[in-house]
């Protein structure tokens, strides 16, 4: 399991930042009509929630700096930003970077029992460290769902 389910953290990266970098800065910061979030808010959320389903559930500490969570956290939204957040090249640099991280502290431990399993809203059990990187993938995966739509919808105005 362990490493197929790397590849597939650099696999679904990949596709991430392919869809990221034919973004311009202008567009990553165009929060869509009805929403609370932009293409930069979900980027950087992304960057910050693999983090803590990485390196916070193995007990080994963030790749991000501090107070990345305050703009990227889940209930965070630009509309409330105050300061200068990331910007987009920073944020692009840490997702490219995050994949070889993760491999380089994780290969070999992805079995490994979280000290504290949790259950997710939904109900679903996280109980190996394995179990936790694969659930953010797809997390990745929604919110590279949500940037596409936001892209179309982007692009329509």
């Known amino acids: 399991m362990g490493v197929n389910l790397l590849y597939q953290l650099s ?5 991430t930042l392919s869809v990221a970098k034919d973004v311009t800065a202008e567009e990553a910061d165009v929060i869509p009509e009805g929403f609370r979030n932009h293409i930069r808010w979900n980027l950087g959320h ?3 929630t693999q983090d803590r389903l990485t390196f916070a559930v193995a007990g080994l500490p ?3 700096p501090a107070g990345y969570g305050k703009w990227f956290g889940r209930e965070s939204t630009p ?3 105050e300061g200068d957040a990331p ?5 692009l640099s840490r997702l490219e970077a995050q994949p070889e991280q993760i491999r380089q502290a994780l290969e070999g431990k992805l079995d490994t029992k979280l000290e504290k399993p ?5 109900g679903l059990t996280l109980e190996t460290i394995g179990d936790s990187l694969n659930y953010s993938l797809y997390h990745e995966g929604v919110h590279l769902s949500v940037i596409k739509a936001y892209i179309r919808l982007i692009r329509r105005m």
């Open 11 to 15: 696999y679904i990266r990949n596709v």
């Open 46 to 48: 992304i960057l910050t």
């Open 62 to 64: 963030s790749h991000v």
């Open 79 to 81: 509309l409330t930003w």
């Open 87 to 91: 910007a987009l090249d920073e944020l």
């Open 118 to 122: 949790f259950t997710l809203g939904t």
